[in-house]
């Protein structure tokens, strides 16, 4: 079992800045690629990075690559989003995920969630 919390949403304006985190529990977290996904209101759970065990590997969903930085530091059990010039269409709650089995971009791959972490982007 994996427990993972999500902290660092909140309520900014476009352009700000973000930096969400998301502290894991239970088993070596350095066992679990990491991912972020969120969840805008009415949508469904969307991918939006994700972190090879390692974190020598990361992939980006086009409406956020160039934006948005995943890291992790596997000494800490924390992965990181830093979310840059932000929009309102970012506005969603996002949620970290583990997934033991590889790196992938499927909501379905993944074996354990946090509870998600609010971001709303103002115009």
């Known amino acids: 079992q994996v427990q993972l919390v999500e902290s660092g949403g909140g309520l900014v304006h476009a352009g700000d800045s973000l930096r969400l985190s998301c502290a894991a529990s239970?088993?070596?977290?350095?066992?679990?690629?990491m991912g972020w996904f969120r969840r805008a209101p009415g949508k469904e759970r969307d991918f939006v990075a994700r972190?090879?065990?390692?974190?020598?590997?990361?992939y980006y969903a086009s409406s956020v690559k160039g934006r948005f930085t995943i890291s992790r530091d596997n000494a800490k059990n924390t992965v990181y989003l830093q979310m840059n010039s932000l929009k309102p269409e970012d506005t969603a709650v996002y949620y970290c995920?583990?997934?033991?089995?590889?790196?992938?971009?499927?909501?379905?791959?993944?074996?354990?969630w946090g509870q998600g972490t609010q971001v709303t982007v103002s115009s």
């Open positions: 995920a583990a997934d033991s089995g590889g790196v992938s971009d499927r909501v379905g791959s993944y074996d354990y």
């Open positions: 239970g088993r070596p977290f350095s066992s679990y690629s």
């Open positions: 972190i090879s065990r390692s974190g020598g590997s990361t």
